[in-house]
């Protein structure tokens, strides 16, 4: 599939294979809200429709298959199922109430997505893994635990951190912060003052890749969003709490491709992940 803008400005997607002789059209441009194919530059609009075949006689009812899209809170979404799509489009990709966005980041990471829903999925790695970053100097909990409010969501135990799988591959966490950057032991994420929410939305690319999407938003430091280059250093730190799962990851990642189960051995804390992996 390709997405592009049509000339009213509206987001269109149409399959990625020219009628003509099956060009990938993103590899294209677009011209007055027309998806250009590069080969012999044939022009589609955002119903798939045909409207150009330069050099030859131009035949009617030609084109490609496009989807319905829509827009919300900076998403768009494409519906590749059958029937009607839903009427509304899904609200938790605006941040909560009192909450203001304070970072995007977009990266392609060389993995799998569901190996990176599942590391994002998991908190019980945190104080192993993320040792120079936000899980610096935590201590190894006795038990971590995840208590389930609905199927795909709940609680983290000891941490103040509530999270949710959102088909078909986002995740929704909320962190509880005790001072800024602080996480607090022994609470939820609502009986804390100060919070950290995020959306992770990992999009298959092509085999093997990911594109990552993170929006960060807090429900504190408003005056934060104006400080100079506060994005690079948002990118900066995100880049390197990814860094520290991408060994990780990486490594099972190629186990897996030589046949090896990455799911050997589930524990309890392994529940959210678990979930995920069969609802998959
Ligand atoms: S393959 Fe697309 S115009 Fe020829
Ligand atoms: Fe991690």
Redesign the pocket.
């Known amino acids: 599939w390709v997405l592009f803008r049509d000339e009213h400005g509206q987001a269109a997607c149409i399959a990625d294979s020219?009628a003509?002789?099956?060009?990938p059209i993103s590899s294209g441009t677009v011209e007055a809200g027309r998806a250009v194919?590069p080969?012999?530059?044939?022009k589609y609009a955002a119903d798939g429709a045909c409207t150009d075949m330069p050099s030859t006689v131009f035949c009617r009812n030609v084109g490609v298959r496009s989807l319905p899209v829509g827009e919300k809170d900076g998403f768009v979404w494409a519906w590749p199922g059958d029937g009607e799509p839903p009427s509304e489009l899904p609200g938790f990709t605006r941040p909560p109430e009192e909450h203001a966005v304070h970072a995007e980041i977009f990266v392609d990471v060389p993995v799998e997505h569901g190996l990176l829903m599942e590391n994002l999925l998991d908190l019980a790695h945190a104080p192993f893994t993320h040792t120079s970053t936000f899980a610096r100097g935590w201590p190894v909990p006795d038990a971590v635990k995840f208590h389930a409010h609905k199927l795909l969501s709940g609680q983290w135990d000891p941490y103040p951190i509530a999270m949710a799988f959102q088909p078909p591959c986002m995740v929704l966490s909320h962190i509880g912060l005790a001072q800024p950057g602080k996480i607090e032991r022994g609470v939820t994420a609502e009986q804390c003052a100060r919070h950290l929410h995020q959306l992770h939305v990992c999009m298959p690319a092509k085999r093997g890749h990911t594109r990552l999407l993170y929006r960060m938003s807090l429900d504190f430091m408003p005056w934060a969003r104006h400080v100079p280059f506060i994005d690079q250093v948002w990118k900066a730190v995100a880049g390197q709490v990814l860094g520290e799962d991408m060994v990780l990851v990486l490594g099972q990642q190629d186990r897996m491709e030589r046949g090896i189960d990455t799911w050997n051995f589930p524990v309890s804390y392994d529940k959210l992940a678990v979930r995920y992996r069969r609802w998959r």
């Open positions: 020219c003509h002789r099956a060009c194919c080969y012999h530059g044939w």
